[in-house]
């Protein structure tokens, strides 16, 4: 009930089961004091359940209270930041369940939502006693993050005009942000795809980069999986530009030039009740002074930590706070620099090297209104929700990545003893299909209900219809030999690159390595002789299924809450399925599929993963546990290998390839309940 429709008073709202809460007299909000029993009583009267809220002692909101409650809020805001910090903090001190619901039912109306949300999400997916409850997608509670705010006066009018069960979905249209003119709109549908804008901000629902309790933050190799998880999001849209006839993307590299591209997001804050605003062409970053978020920074602040991140790579050590310098190992080097640059708490010099990534997003989303004399608030690039619609994200992020790839460059190149499992040959992998070795594309319709984002609006489900890429399911087969004489366990690793770049050039190793786009990884037995692997694209360790990037409500497996859905619940982190393979083109775009066997005993991680939600780890790594494989993340691809010209070289018994292609129907299929 916290979740849903987030402006309406928890005490007014009914559950599915018809649950209210009760809460105690103080607890009402100045507005609704006066009718507040009353509220209460009304819906009371068909409440199935009424739940009695505790009074308890209330903490201090005086901080987190400093956001307006209409207000945008942005986790890169530092003082966004520090105010939600206070507030995950409150939630994750409370004793037990009951006092964390009384908790929520009193800042549910005093704390601005969209902080609300997140800081209840981060401390439900941290606390001990809330596993197995979930937050709802948000997709479904702040739908106006993710469409075009025509949808919602459709809904208005359906939701009061037809009794729930008649109503017509409302359809998304395609393409609404820019015209044909526009080279970019050629991939709006992978920036504004809904779930992999709903993946992102899942990541970084779980690997939060401030908290006063430095558990929630200092995971496993958090600093490795921001760097790897958007290399990969880079990999892939580059992929999908060179489908779509657009050269790779470039470096946001020159802080003092103009940024071609714009960006009109024609969406609305329902919350802050303001059109987010918009990025014009040429438009160039500036000094900030905004006194309302407490930012004052110049440009050049930027580019001195730019070059703080130049001279630790090139030494090789990083500066302490207390003037000694520390080495980048090998193992941990990567993970040392990312937290560094996002930068999270657990950053080792944030006064030295500053927040460069974060403030990269802070500088372009108030490009247009640096000092707020407008009163304009940040643009989608300041929210992960909307970050990914924007042209200008790929660019900043091929920055960064840039950066952990100069990095990557000073690590020695893998020998091929280190590639090579000795007595393991993998002749082929193949893909199963109409046409073998060809993936199938098209465009499919799903729906999302709207009914949890639809405040003060008619009860019963509202369906939005968007339109988005699909592929056919498939299946990899993958033959090997194992001539070690006794039983082996391997970890198979599949890759897919282009082959050429956009002019038809083929691509050398070195570009090509940074264009792999990880598809699966899994463990496999191998017994003494030859092994036909199987393995269906639907079990990919990228991904998670439709239903769960969505949370399709039909699909849900019990109550929410209960021990039988846990699993189906935290596992909301993970590529979308949908996106998988990129778009292809109609005459058939080229790549090559690549697959690796390596040493499971080298990989392997002892731990318990049972009952964990562990199925998209490539990405999103498993909640509560260790990274799953010891290899640095994107191996073998994570660094250069010099000597190598092309991939066919690059190429040890355990590793094979298979010239593929992506073939795109322009046609539009239904979703089918699965
Ligand atoms: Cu995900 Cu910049 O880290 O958006």
Redesign the pocket.
Known sequence: LFFDRPTEPCFMQKGDDKTVFQIPDNFYPEKYKKVGNQLADRFGTDAGRMVPVRNIALPDLSLPQQLPYHNQFSLFVPKHRRMAAKLIDIFMGMRDVEDLQSVCSYCQLRINPYMFNYCLSVAMLHRPDTKGLSPPTLVETFPDKFMDPKVFRRARETSTTAPAGARMPVLIPVNYTASDAEPEQRIAYFREDIGINLH?WHW?LVYPFEAADRAVVDKDRRGEL?YYM?QQIIARYNAERLCNNLGFVTRYNDFRGPIAEGYFPKMDSQVASRAWPPRFSGTTIRDLDRPVDQIRSDVSEMETWRDRFIQAIDSGTIVLPNGRTQRLDEETGIDVLANLMESSIISRNRAYYGDL?NMG?VFISYAHDPDHRHLEQFGVMGD?AT?MRDPIFYRW?AYVDDIFQRYKATLPAYTRERLDFPGIRVSSIAISGRTPNQFSTQWEQSSVNLARGLDFMPRGAVLARFTHLQHDEFEYTIECDNTTGQAAMGTVRIFLAPTTDQAGNALNFEEQRRLMIELDKFTQGLRPGSNTIRRRSIDSSVTIPYERTFRDESQRPGDAGSAQSADFDFCGCGWPHHMLIPKGTQQGWNCVLFCMITNWNEDRVEQDTVGTCNDAASYCGIRDRRYPDRKPMGFPFDRPAPSTGSLGDFLTPNMTVQNCSIRFTDAVRQRQQR
């Open positions: 992102h970084h921001l958007h990534h997003h992960p970050a992020h």
